[in-house]
């Protein structure tokens, strides 16, 4: 079945360095992917998402390129803020009926 | 953006009762969905809901859990009875079209079976 894989647990970074989540996942299907993240007690919210293979897309500082010959969706940032500071998933659709398979979820924390 | 809202936020029941979780939607989206998160787990797609009907459902959607949303008003996810494995963080989330269309979520109902 369809799966989802993210770096696991915890990443700790000090303020200004680069952010690169990692996610890959595993279908039979046509892929979209979608980055969510969450802030503590918040809903998680869109973040970033793409169809394209090999197209970059870009949301408030971060972006991720689909790469489908890797199976690869990582998530990048070039400068980490404090603010960034929150629990990230990778989600997989491949379904008609709008299912998301979803990864375990990063968490991310900055530190001055 | 748009908001989705769960109530309660948190909720103890003893095993055996029953219990019904409730989300407010986007007010123009028609897509429903419900997903489930034990401590420490992943986010699990537990079923989605369109013109008043399921259209898909997880093997974690037992016969003990039921949809609804009766004449516009909340979507709900009733659970009858609970179980100890019923403890979870649920997601309600929506959205407006189907297929590979963005989801929008809610901030979650804690749910404690003791």
């Known amino acids: 079945g369809d799966s989802v894989t993210q770096t696991e647990g915890l990443v700790t970074l000090t303020e200004g360095l680069p952010v690169m989540l990692n996610c890959t996942y595993q279908t039979a299907y046509s892929t979209f992917l979608f980055w969510y993240v969450q802030h503590l007690n918040e809903a998680p919210k869109l973040l970033l998402k793409?169809?394209?293979?090999?197209k970059r897309t870009e949301h408030q500082g971060f972006h991720a390129t689909l790469h489908k010959s890797s199976s690869s969706f990582h998530l990048q940032k070039s400068s980490a803020q404090l603010s960034d500071s929150a629990l990230y998933y990778c989600a997989l659709n491949t379904g008609g009926n709008n299912k998301l398979t979803f990864g375990q979820g990063t968490v991310l924390s900055v530190i001055p | 953006g748009p908001k989705v809202l769960q109530i309660p936020s948190h909720q103890i029941i003893d095993m055996g009762q029953m219990v019904t979780l409730n989300c407010d939607p986007v007010s123009n989206h028609l897509y429903f969905y419900w997903y489930k998160q034990i401590l420490g787990q992943q986010m699990e797609f537990l079923v989605n809901f369109y013109n008043g009907k399921v259209m898909e459902k997880s093997k974690l959607f037992k016969d003990q859990f039921s949809v609804e949303r009766p004449d516009g008003s909340y979507f709900t996810l009733k659970i009858q009875p609970t179980a100890l494995e019923d403890s979870a963080v649920y997601f309600c989330?929506?959205?407006?079209?189907?297929?590979?269309?963005?989801?929008?979520f809610g901030p979650g109902t804690r749910l404690l079976v003791l």
């Open positions: 793409s169809s394209t293979d090999n």
């Open positions: 989330a929506s959205s407006r079209q189907g297929r590979q269309d963005t989801q929008y």
